[in-house]
């Protein structure tokens, strides 16, 4: 069993729609909960960071965790095509601990 | 631009050559990393390198030998490489050791080994 699991998709949305992006995950020690953004032939970006559970937001971004169920999402409302991507889910059980990252799940949004 | 480069962009090889990639910071960060991105599986942590010295080998085969002549260089030396050798390397580097939340990836090498 993979330690972080990732919907690799293809997720294809219209613009202006709310997009769930998600991660399960088996290691209940992890405290460190980050979503990177990958676009085509970039490296990737770090887009939002969360320590233990709870929500954050970024302008559209909004990251949940929830430890008890060990599932992490990311949403991002009104999407974009620019928004058109590879998302990137990864975990550490400390913040100086490796990263165990998703699959990734590439997205498209068309306008 | 995030202020890690990589080159080669591209770089296609044969099983019996030897190449280098290189990474270059201007962030005056002190560990640096290199990753692997293979398709459909997540990304890989290679080498974690701390003020120059090696600190992590996450049971990479000698056929990649990294190499940090100093802070802002990182180097993969490939030699002998298979076929399932090819993905996208990224060079990532952070102010501190596994300062995670702070670290940069480079644009990666796309490397085919034919």
């Known amino acids: ?111 | 631009e995030t202020g890690v480069t990589q080159t080669p962009r591209h770089l296609v090889m044969g099983m019996t050559n030897k190449k280098s990639l290189k990474c270059e910071q201007h962030l005056g960060h002190n560990a640096m990393y290199w990753y692997k991105q293979s398709a459909k599986k997540p990304l890989e942590l290679m080498f974690v390198y701390n003020f120059k010295e090696q600190t992590e080998n996450n049971s990479v085969p000698s056929r990649f030998s990294p190499e940090c002549p100093n802070s802002s260089h990182l180097f993969l030396h490939l030699h002998t490489l298979q076929p399932e050798d090819s993905a996208l390397y990224l060079c990532a580097s952070s102010q501190e050791l596994r300062m995670n939340t702070e670290a940069f990836f480079g644009q990666g090498t796309r490397l085919t080994v034919v």
């Open chain 1, 1 to 111: 069993q993979k330690e972080v699991e990732q919907d690799p998709g293809p997720l294809s949305v219209p613009e202006g729609a709310i997009v769930s992006l998600n991660c399960t995950y088996s290691n209940s020690a992890f405290q460190y909960f980050m979503w990177y953004r990958q676009y085509s032939r970039k490296g990737p970006e770090l887009l939002m960071y969360t320590y233990s559970s709870g929500n954050k937001e970024d302008g559209r971004f909004t990251a949940q965790v929830d430890k008890s169920s060990k599932y992490i999402s990311l949403f991002i409302r009104d999407s974009q095509p620019s928004d058109s991507a590879t998302y990137l889910c990864a975990m550490s059980v400390t913040s100086g601990s490796r990263l165990t990252f998703g699959e990734g799940t590439q997205l498209t949004v068309n306008p």
